[in-house]
């Protein structure tokens, strides 16, 4: 297990033409993907985009933000629905301001890639990446399950969701319109990775398969480790993996981008590439490399 005091940042390594350099010769690039890459595509949880769409919800409840105002306890279920239909249309069923992801595609969809996220956005496949490269571990908002978890089932909740948008009315949604499993009758959730009731359906380990036969084709070679907008918050699903994995291959190169928080450890650094920069920013100076041919 790599410790904070272990970590650094990296200075030589940290450039534009180095990760050119590692996306271009790179025979597989795997990327870990973070809040950190929504966050520099615009989908901010805060500040104004929050206030233009959530405004009343800070008035009435004190909601200052939509990370927070996922746990809020509404005392019912139209409240609750009304929040969360609200939330999941803003942050699933609408492009991203900021082409973020469609200019990662644009770097990276000739070559054999995969791509791991802790995001529940689904920006990914929005953009335009193949759903069989994808895997989302923690869920996804587009998606409900049983919240008593009664069957490991999820369903699609675009329809629904847009009729919630609709109809509801001083932050409630009429009655009818709260969801019911078709199981146990119970209540329905939202499927994101909050406790033991998680459901992990057949698509989740379907994608869970497809990315560990990803790691078994790519133990060695020429492997790119991209690591984009993780953060400290649960490191052992992306950012300590590819510490490992670049340790364990001497072809792979790891790459960081951060703002605020790039690091490696030191045995690693010679592998790294890491920055402390806004995503789109050097997503967008790599392609402008690579258009004049530098």
């Not at 272990?6 to 870990?32: N, Q």
């Not at 991203?96 to 200019?103: M, N, Q």
């Not at 049983?146 to 369903?155: D, F, I, R, W």
């Not at 928080?261 to 995503?279: G, K, R």
Request: proline share 4%; net charge neutral.
């Amino acid at each position: 297990m790599y410790s904070r005091n272990e970590t650094k940042k990296s200075t030589e390594s940290s450039s534009i033409e180095g990760l050119k350099s590692a996306l271009e010769t790179a025979d597989a690039i795997l990327i870990g993907a973070g809040a950190g890459l929504s966050a520099s595509a615009g989908l901010t949880y805060s500040g104004e985009r929050f206030e233009r769409y959530f405004s009343d919800f800070y008035q009435k409840y004190g909601i200052s933000d939509m990370y927070s105002g996922g746990f809020y306890p509404f005392g019912t279920l139209e409240e609750y629905w009304a929040w969360w239909s609200r939330h999941v249309f803003y942050n699933r069923y609408v492009d991203a301001p900021i082409p973020v992801y469609r200019e990662l595609l644009a770097l990276v969809k000739d070559k054999d890639y995969f791509v791991l996220t802790t995001n529940v956005d689904h920006q990914f496949q929005r953009a335009g990446f193949e759903k069989r490269r994808l895997f989302y571990t923690q869920g996804d908002y587009g998606l409900w399950q049983c919240s008593k978890a009664c069957h490991n089932k999820t369903y699609d909740n675009e329809t629904e969701v847009r009729q919630m948008l609709a109809r509801q009315r001083d932050m409630k949604i009429p009655s009818e319109l709260i969801p019911r499993c078709p199981v146990c009758g119970e209540p329905m959730t939202m499927n994101l990775r909050c406790d033991d009731t998680f459901v992990q359906d057949r698509g989740w380990y379907a994608a869970q398969n497809r990315y560990v036969d990803f790691l078994q084709r790519h133990k060695q070679g020429k492997v790119l480790f991209l690591e984009l907008g993780v953060g400290s918050n649960t490191p052992v699903i992306i950012k300590y993996p590819f510490w490992r994995m670049t340790a364990q291959n001497p072809e792979a190169r790891y790459a960081c981008i951060n703002l605020g928080e790039p690091q490696c450890p030191a045995a690693i650094q010679p592998q790294s590439i890491c920055m402390d920069a806004d995503i789109h920013k050097v997503l967008c100076a790599v392609s402008e490399m690579q258009r004049c041919g530098a």
